[in-house]
T-cell receptor
């Protein structure tokens, strides 16, 4: 089983739609969680950290469910510029290294 | 956040040769991380480069194949040795930019390597 698993998609949604991605992680001792965004042929960039209480940044909401070991990302009012691959990232317990999921591709269509 | 310069940005290499990728950071950092992203895949950590000590390699990666240098707190190199087509990938260096335990990573733009 992969340490971090994501649905690869693609998710094709119209502009203005709400879309949600889930990610599951296998190591219950993981402590830090993030969503990164990667545009085509570019490096990944931090979208947002995921806190235990859940957090929101504009149109983006991240949730963490430790009991079920999953993380979610909700994007409201999708824009064309949201088209990208969204990477779920988990801190490997006891290590400084981060483990990346394989990513979920989002395509927002006009 | 840190600004990372990586070079080369891309290269096409012949089988059996070696290529060294350079990573320069605009501030001093304790650890630098080297990742690989194969076509259509996510990022896999190759090794952690520590200044003043040997790099720490992840399972499946060895120093003979991916020697790393870390001469100071702002610079590191990764060499891909005796390349084969399976080494065709994007290689990214990264540094932590979070404070305390919040280990947020900033990446360089990557080095896209094609081995013929």
């Amino acid at each position: 089983r992969k340490e971090v698993e994501q649905d690869p998609g693609p998710f094709n949604v119209p502009e203005g739609a709400t879309v949600a991605f889930n990610c599951t992680y296998s190591n219950s001792a993981s402590q830090s969680f993030f969503w990164y965004r990667q545009d085509c042929r570019k490096e990944p960039k931090l979208l947002m950290s995921v806190y235990s209480s859940g957090n929101e940044d504009g149109r983006f909401t991240a949730q963490l469910n430790r009991a079920s070991q999953y993380i979610s990302l909700l994007i409201r009012d999708s824009k064309l510029s949201d088209s990208a691959t969204y990477l779920c990232v988990v801190n490997s317990a006891g290590r400084r290294a981060l483990t990346f999921g394989s990513g979920t591709r989002l395509q927002v269509q006009p | 956040s840190a600004v990372i310069s990586q070079k080369p940005s891309r290269d096409i290499c012949q089988r059996g040769t070696s290529l060294t990728i350079q990573c320069q950071v605009d501030s001093q950092v304790t650890m630098m991380f080297w990742y690989r992203q194969q076509p259509g895949q996510s990022l896999t950590l190759i090794a952690t480069a520590n200044q003043g000590s040997e790099a720490t390699y992840e399972s499946g990666f060895v120093i003979d194949k991916f020697p790393i240098s870390r001469p100071n707190l702002t610079f590191s190199t990764l060499t891909v040795s005796n390349m084969s087509p399976e080494d065709s990938s994007i290689y990214l260096c990264s540094v932590e930019t979070g404070s305390g335990g919040a280990n947020v990573l900033t990446f360089g733009a990557g080095s896209r390597l094609t081995v013929l």
